[in-house]
């Protein structure tokens, strides 16, 4: 009887070993399998079909160059990553001025389910006049500017995340609007107004603003000869912010916080 048991406890732990050894040769399969595009060419996307042609295939992206989104209506990247790879990658070592990874341009259009992995060294610029709304976007990781709202553009950000590593969560330009909905902005500067620029509309609702762990100081706006900023703040946390009002020679600057 007891060599009767011996023997089942035995079969137990053969079978428990084929097990394990089953699943990782299924684990190496699918790293093996894992269909990743690299190239070094830009990508233009006008259409969810476009968008289609590389996420049907690929399960994750890498680009040296960027990414241009145009068109309306709602486009799903299925959130399947994408990075940056290409030479301008390097934080505090990127040559000067806006360097956005993805530039979106259009009316009425959503991005949902987009993923960031790394951008170059910004993340995205939304272009003059146009109106976006992100919905499950999450940029992971932005040296600079996370997004960049260019003049008489608007956007709209819902249940999103924005990791900046350096510098802003977002830039804004004259005359420009924001909602930020059910989301989260980890950065030295949660927004900012371009110098000599006037004219921002930002509304904060159930959200979190916390300053990024390798940032040196925490501000909720900054901006320099600037006018004409109304931020309202709705049960929203704010963590670790230095400074509400971080600008210099700005006019006109208000706060509304309510928690």
């Not at 790394?118 to 992100?134: A, H, T, Y």
């Not at 956007?155 to 004259?174: A, D, M, P, Q, T």
Request: with cysteine; glycine share 6%.
């Amino acid at each position: 009887m007891l060599e009767q048991i011996g023997v089942n406890n035995m079969k137990k732990l053969l079978l428990a070993i084929l097990m394990i050894l089953f699943s990782f040769e299924l684990n190496a399969e699918t790293v093996k399998t894992k269909k990743i595009l690299k190239s070094s060419a830009s990508i233009n996307i006008n259409g969810q079909n476009d968008l289609d042609k590389f996420l049907d295939e690929y399960q994750e992206i890498h680009l040296k160059n960027r990414i241009y989104i145009s068109g309306s209506g709602t486009y799903d990247f299925r959130n399947i990553p994408f990075s940056y790879v290409g030479t301008n990658k390097k934080c505090r070592k990127s040559t000067s001025g806006s360097h956005p990874f993805i530039i979106i341009k259009g009316k009425n259009l959503t991005l949902k389910n987009l993923v960031i992995k790394k951008s170059s060294p910004d993340g995205l610029e939304v272009s003059r006049g146009s109106n976006v709304k992100f919905d499950n976007l999450d940029i992971q990781h932005s040296c600079d500017e996370g997004i960049t709202v260019r003049r008489k553009a608007s956007i709209e950000l819902e249940n999103s995340r924005i990791v900046s590593y350096y510098n802003k969560g977002i830039i804004f330009y004259s005359n420009t609007k924001a909602k930020v909905i059910g989301s989260t902005i980890s950065s030295e500067q949660a927004f900012s107004l371009a110098s000599y620029q006037s004219g921002l509309n930002v509304l904060v609702e159930n959200s979190v603003i916390i300053k990024h762990p390798r940032a040196k100081d925490g501000r909720l706006i900054t901006g320099d000869n600037c006018k004409d900023v109304l931020i309202e703040i709705y049960k929203t946390s704010l963590h670790f912010m230095q400074q509400l009002k971080g600008t210099k020679n700005c006019k006109n600057i208000k706060i509304k916080y309510k928690r």
